[in-house]
């Protein structure tokens, strides 16, 4: 078994930074893409940022120049730097990956969501 667990979450004021850390644990063979998603009060999910096993990104526009996200395949960990945070992406943060696992092939997993809160 195979699982996402994220950390970094909090409360911030209009223009500060919080980084997101999303660490894959379990029988792992290999990580492949990993993504960071948000999901809005009474909004879908929508996707924020990807990164893929050799480390090419793509990200929404709304957040290109201000969030970058990265990842350390060692430590199978993705991270989500977000800065000059705007009240609107007040949200749950949640990390996807698709990860190959002993003996259960590709997995698609998330994490648990972290909440952040962004204030005027």
């Known amino acids: 078994q195979v699982q996402l667990v994220e950390s970094g979450g909090g409360s911030v004021q209009a223009g500060g930074s919080l980084r997101l850390s999303c660490a894959a644990s379990?029988?792992?063979?290999?990580?492949?893409?990993m993504d960071w998603y948000r999901q809005a009060p009474g909004k879908q999910r929508e996707l924020v940022a990807t990164?893929?096993?050799?480390?090419?990104?793509n990200s929404q526009a709304a957040v290109k120049g201000r969030f970058t996200i990265s990842r350390d395949n060692a430590k199978n960990t993705v991270y989500l730097q977000m800065n000059s945070l705007k009240p609107e992406e007040t949200a749950v943060y949640y990390c996807?990956?698709?990860?190959?696992?002993?003996?259960?092939?590709?997995?698609?997993?998330w994490g648990q969501g972290t909440q952040v809160t962004v204030s005027s």
């Open positions: 996807y990956a698709n990860i190959r696992a002993y003996r259960l092939g590709y997995q698609d997993v």
């Open positions: 379990g029988s792992i063979v290999s990580v492949n893409a």
């Open positions: 990164i893929t096993s050799g480390g090419r990104t």
